[in-house]
C-alpha cells in the first residue's frame, strides 16, 4: 500500500515536471518569435526614423533662415516704435 503511494507520486511528479518542461518550451519558442519580429520592426522603424530625422533638420535650417531676418526686422521696428515713442511722451 505504501509503495503505491509513493509510486503515484513519482509519476504525478513526474507528469507535472513534463508538463512545465512543454510549457516552458513553447513559452521560449513564441519568446523567440516575437523578439525576431520585435528586430524587423525597429529595424524598419530605425531607417523611417533616419529619413525623418534628415527632414526635420532641413526643415529647421530653412525655418531660421526665413525667422531670422523676420526676428531681425521685427526688432528694428520694435524699437523705433518704442523710440518715437519716448520721444513723443517727452
Request: charge should be positive; proline fraction near 1%; glycine fraction near 4%.
Amino acid at each position: 500500500m505504501n509503495n503505491n503511494v509513493w509510486l503515484i507520486c513519482l509519476v504525478l511528479m513526474t507528469v507535472a515536471v513534463i508538463a512545465v518542461s512543454v510549457y516552458l518550451i513553447l513559452l521560449l519558442i513564441q519568446l523567440k518569435r516575437t523578439a525576431e519580429e520585435m528586430h524587423g520592426t525597429l529595424a524598419r522603424v530605425n531607417k523611417e526614423l533616419d529619413a525623418v530625422s534628415k527632414v526635420s533638420g532641413k526643415i529647421v535650417n530653412f525655418t531660421e533662415r526665413l525667422t531670422s531676418p523676420l526676428v531681425s526686422a521685427g526688432t528694428v521696428i520694435y524699437y523705433i516704435f518704442s523710440f518715437l515713442k519716448k520721444k513723443k511722451d517727452k
